[in-house]
């Protein structure tokens, strides 16, 4: 029988790109599927189930308390709200109307980014802080912490931090101006895996809470995410996110997750409540974590490295190419530099790529410098040929 993406009358692309979300994100290991698939066969409690995952998650990161989200920015969205109402399920109702609570967020200016647009979400105002004016090359300063502690008044709520190799000001800094005050910090870490070391490394700086993808190198369902920190936040998150269509003397809540002895009652369904997380998620997030966790980073590495060397070596004696590798980053990549030699230029190229059959997808963020980079992290074994197989034909 024809699989269900050819009965859906949907093609299956050749993904050089990476976990990219309008891409469908990463290819789970089959034991992440079959777990899903099992989950999919029993009812459980949800809450319990987030739970069981939050536990593990504590396990992994060295935080007090995790929770499954939909996805990175969907634990930006909860991790706001959580920094926003506490455990006033009062405050939780009346959400996205921040009206007489804390409802700023300060961020350095350089960090600010379309994902932001989750914080926002939670009815809070985004303060930027600091003029990167290195851009201009005319100075060398970024956001400097004398000017986040400047910024953080009694309306501040929390300061998001967006996890880079290159951000500015160190989260160090930032935690310790930000706790000062006593304001809890909510970093932004979604794609810094691997190396696996960053899921312990910005709780371990003093982030309160810390968000993950669970579709990018995690290879985890694509809807999905970690959200790990400290006790209460994630409390207060996990109040906004599940359904709590319940009756107060029957609630009995995982008290691992929610301490019910701490609510004046319980919040109606929350902010969070249209990001909800399904039991498949759950269960395949917390497999993918696992997997990641022993998997041997060494092994990874070298099979991402034949995948590309497999493309480059398809591509020798193309006039106008020249195949790099970029080992400089945690993924290496493969950079397709074209120079005017070349039949197409890069633009042209990804986009007959695109249009073949199969469509191949490759990574066109140095496309103004007329390169094209391959990423293997979503390639299948067979499919590096048939990238260079195809690139071969464009340009011959
Ligand atoms: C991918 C990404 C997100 C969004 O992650 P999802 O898991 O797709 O919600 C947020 N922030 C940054 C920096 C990202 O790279």
Same mark, same amino acid.
């Given at each position: 029988m024809a699989g269900i993406y050819e009965r859906l009358?949907?093609? !299956?692309?050749?993904?050089?790109?990476?976990?990219?979300?309008?891409l469908s994100g990463a290819i789970l290991p089959e034991e992440v599927a079959q777990a899903m698939a099992e989950a999919s066969q029993s009812c459980v409690d949800i809450a319990e189930l987030q739970a069981a995952a939050g536990a593990i998650i504590a396990e992994?990161?060295?935080?007090?308390?995790?929770?499954?989200?939909?996805g990175a920015a969907a634990g930006l969205l909860l991790g706001t709200a959580a920094c926003v109402t506490g455990l006033d399920p009062g405050r939780m109702n009346r959400l996205p109307d921040?009206?007489?609570?804390?409802?700023?967020?300060v961020m350095p200016r350089s960090q600010r980014n379309f994902y932001d647009h989750a914080v926002r979400a939670?009815?809070?105002?985004?303060?930027?802080?600091?003029?990167?004016?290195?851009?201009?090359?005319?100075?060398?300063r970024d956001a400097e912490p004398w000017e986040i502690a400047d910024a953080i008044t009694e309306r501040t709520a929390a300061v998001h931090f967006v996890a880079q190799p290159w951000s500015r000001p160190p989260l160090a800094d930032i935690v310790?101006?930000?706790?000062?005050?006593?304001?809890?910090?909510?970093?932004?870490?979604?794609?810094?895996?691997?190396?696996? !070391?960053?899921?312990?490394?910005?709780?371990?700086?003093?982030?309160?809470?810390?968000?993950f993808s669970g579709g990018k190198a995690l290879r985890g369902p694509q809807a999905s995410g970690i959200l790990c920190g400290r006790r209460d936040l994630?409390? &207060? &998150? &996990?109040?906004?996110?599940?359904?709590?269509?319940?009756d107060w003397p029957l609630w009995s809540p995982p008290p691992g997750l929610i301490d019910k002895r701490l609510l004046a009652g319980a919040p109606h369904h929350g902010i969070g409540r249209p990001c909800k997380v399904g039991r498949e998620e759950i269960v395949g997030l917390i497999t993918a974590l696992r997997l990641f966790l022993a998997a041997d980073p060494e092994a990874r590495r070298a099979a991402?490295?034949?995948?590309?060397? !497999?493309? &480059?070596?398809?591509?020798?004696?193309l006039p106008g190419l020249t195949a790099r590798l970029d080992g400089?980053?945690?993924?290496?990549?493969?950079?397709?530099?074209?120079?005017?030699?070349?039949?197409?230029?890069?633009?042209?190229?990804?986009?007959?790529?695109?249009r073949g059959d199969p469509p191949i997808h490759v990574d066109h963020a140095r496309l103004s410098e007329n390169i094209l980079r391959c990423n293997p992290t979503c390639l299948k074994p067979d499919q590096p040929a048939i990238v260079a197989r195809r690139v071969r034909e464009l340009l011959t």
């Open positions: 009358g949907v093609r !299956t692309i050749v993904n050089a790109k990476g976990s990219a979300t309008r992994a990161t060295g935080a007090e308390a995790g929770y499954v989200t939909s921040t009206a007489g609570m804390k409802n700023e967020v939670a009815g809070v105002r985004i303060v930027e802080v600091g003029l990167p004016d290195r851009f201009s090359g005319a100075g060398v310790r101006i930000a706790h000062a005050a006593g304001v809890p910090v909510l970093v932004d870490a979604a794609a810094q895996l691997p190396p696996a !070391t960053n899921l312990r490394r910005f709780i371990a700086e003093g982030a309160d809470l810390v968000v994630v409390m &207060a &998150a &996990a109040l906004q996110h599940l359904d709590l269509d319940i991402w490295h034949v995948q590309l060397a !497999t493309i &480059a070596d398809g591509l020798g004696g400089s980053g945690e993924v290496p990549l493969l950079h397709l530099v074209l120079d005017h030699d070349a039949k197409l230029g890069a633009a042209e190229l990804a986009e007959r790529l695109q």
